[in-house]
């Protein structure tokens, strides 16, 4: 069973909600969150924006990316071999799909493919190429069997296709062109170094050993977005496009989204999202009262896909919400600035308010701006101060 924990406290005009969900079963649990109160939390739900200033979960159970049958293949010299599906177990959750957890797993697919298409080739000596996963770098490196370098006979051409080659980007190659005749799009670069740094030895053969330029671990990361979805939280909802299973892009409602950092190697420990301070308002609709609040957090693919998120046994989430009252926001700030919808914007008279970037005074006297330009710079001024002096209430 799934044992939540909530903390709400009010100041001046901000209601903050802390949620933690913690999964107590031997099971997996949807990483989601439910809880009615005999009281209301909102009198007015219309009244008030909602933002998520935190939240963190665990990514034990998000696969770096779902594998697909027939779209990776190697080639050496003309014989292609598609790369086939290792699973990793027996994965809950993942309907349809094939995820992979693991870049060992990737190394491992890699090099059975290249096996197969080395014994397929008849290059009669030599042995087959493979690669190998560094964590300390954080890079696959190729090894060749010195023999298919320059000892002809042996010596043989290396292909990966696009989508695989997509994948492991920085290793040095020559782009043939898309959907080239047996997979044939990229022929990696197989030359011997003129010093022989590249050379090793391993089990008494020689090898050349060919390093990606730069790590390039994040190509294999699937998640573009993690998603929060309710069902009665009353908000003006954000959709996000998503395949649906005849494969057409359909609109799902959402309650707000937020990108992970994909720039660096996955690890297994959390998400973590603090906010800097520019919240991201999320506007709550109708004048009814609030006394549910529930979510449900799932993650959206680069291929469209909604995937839930999941708790292992022991594995827990927070979220924090803040309610703010819409007054707050607007009476004092949204006053200063009176923009209209036609060529120029007019400011109402107060005091010692002053144009951050030219300096002028627009105390006790109306300002008429130049032109579109000069409108909409002022206009992202005054958004940014307003989302900073916003921020210092929390």
């Known amino acids: ?12 005009d901000i209601i903050y909600y802390n949620a933690v969900s913690f999964n107590r079963s031997n099971n997996l649990e949807r990483a989601s969150y439910f809880k009615t109160f005999g009281d209301n939390i909102l009198d007015n739900c219309e009244q008030y924006y909602m933002a998520v200033t935190r939240f963190a979960i665990s990514h034990m159970y998000v696969p770096l990316y779902f594998f697909q049958n ?3 293949s190697v080639t050496i010299n003309n014989s292609k071999v598609d790369l086939i599906y290792q699973p990793e177990g027996n994965y809950f959750g993942f309907p349809n799909n094939q995820p992979v ?15 197969t298409a080395f014994n397929n080739a008849a290059v009669g000596g030599g042995s087959a190429p493979f690669i190998n ?3 300390t770098s954080e890079k696959f490196e190729l090894y060749v069997n010195a023999q298919n370098i320059f000892a002809a006979p042996h010596q043989f051409n290396l292909y990966f296709n696009a989508p695989l080659f997509q994948q492991f980007q920085y290793f040095q190659a020559f782009f043939n062109g898309f959907n080239q005749p047996n997979g044939q799009d990229y022929k990696i670069y197989l030359v011997e ?7 090793v030895t391993l089990g008494g053969v020689d090898y050349f050993k060919y390093i990606q330029e730069q790590p390039g671990l994040y190509l294999f ?13 009353p908000v003006k909802a954000e959709y996000v496009g998503v395949q649906s299973g005849g494969n057409e892009s359909v609109q799902v409602p959402i309650l707000t989204n937020f990108i992970p950092d994909q720039s660096v190697a996955r690890n297994l420990a959390q998400y973590q999202y603090y906010s800097n301070g520019n919240y991201k308002l999320i506007n709550m609709t109708g004048n009814s009262k609030l006394n549910t609040v529930d979510f449900q957090l799932a993650i959206r693919t680069r291929s469209g896909e909604i995937v839930p998120l999941y708790l292992e046994p022991g594995e827990s989430m927070s979220v924090s919400f803040v309610f703010a009252m819409k007054s707050l926001y607007n009476n004092q700030f949204s006053h200063l600035y009176n923009f209209e919808n036609d060529e ?18 627009v105390s006790g006297q109306v300002m008429q701006a130049a032109n579109n330009r000069e409108r909409f710079r002022m206009e992202n001024n005054v958004r940014n101060t307003v989302n900073n002096r916003f921020a210092k209430r929390f």
């Open 1 to 12: 069973m799934t044992e939540t924990q909530t903390n709400v406290y009010q100041h001046d």
């Open 70 to 72: 027939g779209k990776y």
């Open 101 to 115: 957890f693991y870049y060992k797993t990737i190394q491992n697919m890699v090099n059975s493919a290249l096996f």
């Open 133 to 135: 996963y560094n964590p």
């Open 193 to 199: 170094d003129p010093a022989d740094l590249n050379k």
């Open 221 to 233: 990361n699937e998640i573009e977005s993690i998603l929060f979805l309710t069902n009665n939280i």
């Open 344 to 361: 120029s914007f007019y400011m109402p008279i107060v005091d010692n308010i002053q144009d951050s970037e030219s300096g002028r005074s």
